[in-house]
């Protein structure tokens, strides 16, 4: 048989290599498990959302989600080791609205949410619910913010802490209403928080609808307005703060994932591509919704809405905390 020249089967290997793609080329993204960032511990809301977005988007990518806990510092330590992790699409930032937009005005961080961390789909938001003790005179939004300018610095109102959901949903319900009341913190958060407004102890809170409906089916607490210009799925006999007297008064704990500054546009849009298809399933969708969660409209889950809206919100509350002197000691 006769011999080729070396030329010849170089040439012949170069064009052989250049007809069969390579092995990463034809996987493509994602070749490995992700990692979802949650910047609190397991078995809060964001750790319940992303592990119940995990398994639909596993099937939608083909490859495992691995849900990482990084707790800290009300959010930031986790939010932080997502910005500083490799730009490759497979630590993604699983954030809401204290740890991606409140804390940025409460803390003095070494990243900033708008320009190191790039949007990828907005998720569902929940709603906070203004809930009182069952005893409270006031039968309505309207007379209880006659009841608490009645009674000026008497009622409290409990909270998570410094900073907290509750604690700026109070202070943005002050700054609205005129109305003044004291905050009692509590470091273990809601259910201690709705335990002590079941005994009396304190008067309301602001909670997510996603902790507090069950107390409020129950009969333990009542539930005046939530803070969003639509009634939840889960319970539509509560009204809005706008049909309850208190109109614009909107408050929410929303979703988003995000990821490091740099990363593959072939990896944002697989992901984003997804988390839509997860939050398309029936079955999540009916879990969601019994959560309290409200899912946004299809033309709102993609990075631009999710950009967009993280601008707009920490132009709003960023003021706020600000003039409230809310600030991380």
Do not use: C
């Not at 990828?120 to 929940?126: A, D, E, G, Y």
């Not at 005179?137 to 009622?155: G, M, S, V």
């Amino acid at each position: 048989m006769r011999k080729l020249p070396l030329g010849m089967v170089s040439v012949g290997l170069a064009l052989a290599a250049l007809a069969v793609p390579s092995l990463a080329a034809a996987e493509g993204y994602p070749t490995r498990p992700i990692t979802f960032v949650v910047p609190y511990g397991a078995g809060g809301p964001v750790d319940v959302l992303a592990r119940a977005l995990s398994e639909p988007m596993r099937a939608a990518l083909g490859q495992p989600i691995v849900i990482e806990n990084v707790v800290g510092a009300n959010g930031t330590i986790g939010v932080g080791r997502a910005v500083h992790a490799a730009p490759d699409g497979y630590t993604v930032n699983i954030g809401n609205w204290p740890s991606n937009i409140t804390n940025g005005a409460i803390y003095n961080l070494n990243y900033d949410i708008q320009k190191d961390l790039v949007p990828v789909v907005r998720l569902p938001q929940n709603p906070y619910i203004a809930v009182v003790r069952k005893d409270l005179p006031a039968k309505d939004l309207k007379e209880f913010i006659a009841w608490l300018k009645a009674n000026p610095d008497k009622a409290t109102e409990g909270t998570a802490g410094l900073g907290s959901g509750q604690h700026i949903s109070g202070v943005y319900f002050q700054k609205i209403t005129g109305v003044k009341f004291q905050f009692v913190p509590y470091k273990s958060g809601s259910s201690d928080i709705i335990r002590d407004i079941t005994a009396g102890h304190i008067d309301f809170t602001f909670d997510q609808a996603i902790t507090s409906l069950s107390h409020i089916k129950s009969g333990n607490v009542r539930a005046l307005a939530v803070t969003s210009n639509q009634r939840l799925e889960a319970a539509p006999e509560i009204p809005t703060v706008d049909e309850a007297g208190a109109p614009g008064i909107y408050i929410s704990t929303w979703y988003g994932l995000w990821v490091p500054k740099g990363t593959p546009q072939e990896a944002i849009d697989k992901l984003a591509d997804a988390a839509r298809a997860a939050m398309a399933d029936p079955a999540l969708r009916a879990r969601l919704t019994s959560l309290g969660q409200q899912i946004p409209p299809v033309e709102q889950q993609n990075a631009a809405a999710l950009g967009a809206h993280t601008k707009a919100e920490i132009d709003k509350w960023h003021p706020i905390i600000r003039e409230a002197g809310i600030k991380a000691e």
